[in-house]
């Protein structure tokens, strides 16, 4: 079951302990045996050295039975030990890897807001570095938990049942360890805080240098970079420090402790074998349980760690799984709705846009209305600034628009999940992301899943997307590896393989922002033509600063400051609006020029 928006830490443990409630049954029912026997043996030991102490050839056989209990119990101690351990680990790496569906679906659903404040680098440090310690705290940490909590609970009681009063002494120094304990476990809580951010800042650092490497190449700021990296690196660095200072310090006191018991019971417990209140196989037993309580002791300090490092990073990862999804998103269209409404009319109804973070009160767009019916082709050309991407933005509904703005057919975009409307739009933006996969891999991904069965094979596409003669060149052709990002093809090579994507599988509205700047003209003219032709009954926006690329649409918006001054089809607008005019004859001036 998938975990949405836990409302505490402890319901998110309870989640994931719950659903793996098999594995820490089996778990703790192990680590009871191994810390049954560990004390049984000690007890099997004491009656032997006592048998031993006293006439051993009256008591050989006793002896050898005594002997053989202890072979056997500690054979089986192996055995339910490896058997703890495996279902103790197991849970984390199941934890872990539904963790990281359960925070990818949710991701999946957050809205624009969310991934602006929330940047990639630090994302990525909570997939990997918090729910790694996630991993530890629902394995080594709970199992480890479970061993403590059941040595300290029957060694002392088996002590107890020996000598209450060494007992009570023995345990004097880890009363006063514990003191001490506490101070390192408070300190060491605010430390692994200040080191997960520091991590998350150091992880959105690379991710920024990495994806800008080429401009820090060619404008020499290798030095700038490598000097800020080297800074937050140190500041992890002496977080880490100082976590270390106090795992070697504070928090074996406990060790140090237990060996000062050992002391205590070999001094206290030889007067008590003197007085003959205590013989030589309890005391044995005595110091046996001693030994034993040293791992748990150790234990502690090193699994405390692990728990306040697992309850940081679920607090880390709770940021994004209690982010709010709008309720709209949460709403589903039945299959035959999603149908009964496709091919409608797209209104736009006085549209206006305000950044939130913006500083001015002026909207970024001002009153846009238009109609998209099914099969107009629509232009959008406005100068650098003006919004174009904005309204792209708007008309996809990545933004949040007021009620009433977006109208398909008869239905309000804004009471719809932003899931159902992409289903009937899609978008290529200006700068288009390809995965490390092969080319035509890039061409088909996500079309098993779309709503739009494809209507053209992947060779089609990559025809009409004019990408054809450059497929024939590469290596493997359609099957060459584009690499991250795409960064085996050029600009406008990337740009046509995600035209050849929205041509496989065509939604009823198709959005072009920008995507023909880094073709040629004729490269331009024929992708045009191609998309006219194929797209017959769908919708084609085309936003382009180029007039060439807008020259056949059925109506062009010319956008200024966020307000259409203009509107009308090409040769209505080469006499009515002198900002298109001038910008068309430049053009052509540039066309020729290049020719
Ligand atoms: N995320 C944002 N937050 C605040 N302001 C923004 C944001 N994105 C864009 N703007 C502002 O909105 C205005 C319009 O930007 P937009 O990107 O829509 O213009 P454009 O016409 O697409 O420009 P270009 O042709 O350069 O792509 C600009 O003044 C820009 O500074």
């Given amino acids: 079951m998938q975990l949405d928006a836990p409302q505490s830490k402890a319901h998110l443990i309870w989640h994931y302990f719950w659903?793996?409630?098999?594995?820490?049954?089996?778990?703790?029912?192990?680590?009871?045996?191994?810390?049954?026997?560990?004390?049984?043996?000690?007890?099997?030991?004491?009656?032997?050295?006592?048998?031993?102490?006293?006439?051993?050839?009256?008591?050989?056989?006793?002896?050898?039975?005594?002997v053989w209990m202890i072979i056997g119990a500690s054979l089986v101690l192996i055995v339910i030990r490896t058997l703890s351990r495996m279902f103790g680990l197991n849970p984390g790496r199941f934890v872990e890897a539904q963790l990281k569906n359960d925070l990818f679906a949710k991701l999946n659903r957050l809205t624009d807001s969310f991934h602006s404040a929330n940047n990639s680098g630090k994302l990525i440090s909570i997939i990997n570095n918090d729910i790694s310690g996630i991993r530890l705290f629902f394995g080594i940490g709970f199992m480890q938990l479970f061993n403590i909590i059941f040595a300290l609970s029957f060694t002392p009681f088996y002590m107890w049942r020996i000598s209450p009063s060494l007992t009570v002494y023995s345990f004097l120094p880890i009363i006063f360890a514990f003191a001490i304990y506490r101070i390192g476990f408070v300190k060491m809580r605010k430390l692994w805080t200040d080191r997960m951010h520091s991590l998350q800042?150091?992880?959105?650092?690379?991710?920024?240098?990495?994806?800008?490497?080429?401009?820090?190449?060619?404008?020499?700021?290798?030095p700038w970079v490598q000097n800020e990296i080297a800074q937050?690196?140190?500041?992890?660095?002496?977080?880490?420090?100082?976590?270390?200072?106090?795992?070697?310090?504070?928090?074996?006191?406990?060790?140090?402790?237990?060996?000062?018991?050992?002391?205590?019971?070999?001094?206290?417990?030889?007067?008590?074998?003197?007085?003959?209140?205590?013989?030589?196989g309890e005391i044995t037993a005595f110091l046996s349980y001693?030994?034993?309580?040293?791992?748990?002791?150790?234990?502690?300090?090193?699994?405390?760690?692990v728990i306040q490092m697992g309850m940081v990073s679920i607090e880390s990862v709770m940021t994004i799984l209690n982010s709010k999804i709008d309720p709209t998103n949460l709403k589903r269209l039945s299959e035959a709705d999603s149908n009964a409404i496709q091919r409608s009319t797209l209104k736009v109804n006085n549209l206006s846009y305000r950044y939130p973070n913006s500083e001015s009160d002026e909207p970024t767009l001002k009153n846009i209305s238009f109609e998209l019916p099914q099969g107009k082709k629509l232009g959008i050309?406005?100068?650098?600034?003006?919004?174009?991407?904005?309204?792209?933005?708007?008309?996809?509904?990545?933004?949040?628009?007021?009620?009433?703005?977006?109208?398909?057919?008869?239905?309000?975009?804004?009471?719809?999940?932003?899931?159902?409307?992409?289903?009937?739009?899609?978008?290529?933006?200006?700068?288009?992301?390809?995965f490390s996969a092969t080319l035509n891999e890039n061409v088909k991904f996500g079309s098993e899943h779309n709503a739009n069965a494809p209507t053209l094979s992947v060779e089609e596409a990559i025809a009409a997307a004019q990408l054809s003669s450059d497929v024939e060149r590469f290596a493997e052709q359609g099957n060459t590896m584009v690499g991250e990002k795409g960064i085996m093809l050029s600009g406008g090579q990337k740009q046509r393989v995600s035209i050849a994507r929205a041509l496989y599988t065509p939604a009823d509205i198709l959005i072009l922002d920008n995507v023909l700047s880094a073709v040629d003209y004729d490269t331009e003219r024929a992708i045009m033509s191609e998309l006219s032709s194929k797209l017959v009954d769908r919708s084609l926006v085309v936003v382009s600063h180029r007039v060439s690329a807008l020259q056949e649409m059925d109506e062009i918006l010319v956008l200024k400051e966020g307000e259409i001054i203009a509107r009308g089809t090409h040769s209505e607008l080469l006499k009515t609006s002198s900002y298109y005019q001038q910008t068309w004859e430049l053009q052509q001036n540039d066309q020729e020029a290049s020719a």
């Fill in 19 to 66: 659903q793996n409630r098999l594995s820490y049954s089996l778990a703790i029912l192990f680590i009871l045996l191994v810390n049954w026997l560990q004390v049984e043996i000690p007890l099997m030991v004491k009656t032997a050295i006592d048998l031993l102490m006293a006439n051993v050839a009256d008591n050989q056989d006793a002896l050898m039975s005594s």
């Fill in 201 to 222: 800042g150091l992880s959105e650092q690379l991710v920024h240098f990495l994806s800008g490497m080429d401009v820090i190449k060619a404008e020499h700021m290798g």
């Fill in 232 to 280: 937050a690196n140190q500041e992890l660095l002496d977080i880490t420090v100082k976590i270390q200072r106090i795992q070697v310090f504070i928090m074996p006191v406990l060790d140090y402790a237990n060996q000062m018991m050992k002391i205590l019971i070999l001094g206290l417990g030889a007067v008590m074998v003197l007085n003959a209140e205590l013989t030589v």
């Fill in 290 to 305: 001693s030994v034993m309580l040293a791992v748990p002791f150790g234990g502690l300090g090193r699994i405390l760690s």
């Fill in 381 to 434: 050309l406005g100068s650098v600034g003006s919004g174009k991407t904005t309204l792209v933005n708007c008309l996809n509904h990545l933004y949040d628009l007021e009620p009433g703005m977006l109208i398909y057919g008869e239905h309000d975009i804004t009471d719809w999940s932003r899931h159902d409307w992409h289903k009937q739009v899609r978008t290529i933006t200006q700068d288009p992301y390809l």
